[in-house]
């Protein structure tokens, strides 16, 4: 089975429009998500863009800082410092990957523990491994929710991930070991992928890699979450699996694009509603389970 993150996530969509029309009845401002973008990095802009798009399709507004590429530390700090005082700012991001001149973690260490809708920040990661998450990275958010599509209790399923990053595979090795699964998360230093991807009820691909997971790696019963996206010198845009022979193979997998990519967005928006309640204290409002 193709598992459509698309499909999946344009069918939450209703549920947030109406959390954040709840929340804007409550506050008389609409939520409203800030993004900092730094230089012009087109793929950047595209995320960008996406991120505009599905923000107004569920009623968030979505104000976009657009600094110049020289842009030194200082003035994003001075940015991010107003953004975290300003009430009318519920969410922040930073759009990654920021220039060779600026120290990412020291800006993503400032902003607001519940303005960290990208839940990037030391603290937000400390308090995900604390087992008492506030705002946890979206990507993994996304994985989580899909693979929940296919196993609601994941207890005791064995799960390789490969890709070990802050922003993927670490964030969702700890949310699958807080759900009892069985984690082995693999990169680059790991010897014998297939030994690994073989054995699993569960592979999550996050490396970037394009094609890496074939089909000799998996069992037939798998289910395969594939997050990366590489552009081929053609133009395409694949995953780290190879699709078009797992999909008759395994149980179930997912496609790209089309997959991971649309949970992320969706998970960025249910964040940005979570931070305005948080901030806020509106405990009478609720978003995606
Ligand atoms: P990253 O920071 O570059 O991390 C890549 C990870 O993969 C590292 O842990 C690396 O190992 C590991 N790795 C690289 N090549 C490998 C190989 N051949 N075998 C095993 N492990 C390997 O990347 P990221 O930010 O996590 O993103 C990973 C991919 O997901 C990228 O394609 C990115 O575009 C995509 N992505 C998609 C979404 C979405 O919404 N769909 C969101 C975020 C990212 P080491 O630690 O040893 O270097």
Known sequence: M????????????????????????????????????????PASQVYISMKKRKGSEVGIHVEVHQLDKDTDQKNIEMLIAHLNQD??????????????????????????????????????????????????????????????????????????????SCLVGLPLSLLLIQENATVTLCHSKTIDL????????????????????????????????????????????????DFENLYQRVNVITPVPGGVGPMTVLYLLHNTLKAAILQNNLSNISTIK
């Open 2 to 41: 193709i598992l459509k993150g698309r499909d999946i996530a344009q069918a939450q969509i209703p549920l947030l429009r109406q959390t954040a029309q709840n929340i804007q009845n409550q506050l008389q401002i609409p939520v409203t998500l800030h993004i900092v973008s730094v230089g012009d990095d």
């Open 87 to 164: 009430p009318h700012a519920h969410g922040i991001i930073v759009q990654l990957p920021l220039p060779s001149q600026i120290n990412k973690d020291t800006i993503l260490n400032m902003i607001h523990p519940l303005k960290d809708v990208d839940g990037l920040s030391a603290t937000s990661q400390g308090l995900l491994i604390q087992q008492n998450p506030t705002l946890v990275p979206c990507t993994p958010l996304g994985c989580l929710h899909l693979i929940k599509e296919v196993y609601p209790d994941v207890s005791g399923k064995t799960v390789t991930i490969v890709g070990r």
């Open 194 to 241: 297939k030994k690994h991807t073989l054995s699993s009820d569960i592979i999550v691909m996050a490396c970037g890699t394009p094609h890496l997971l074939t089909e000799d790696m998996v069992s037939q019963n798998a289910v395969v979450i594939d997050v990366g996206i590489s552009r081929l010198p053609s133009g395409e845009i694949v995953g780290d699996a």
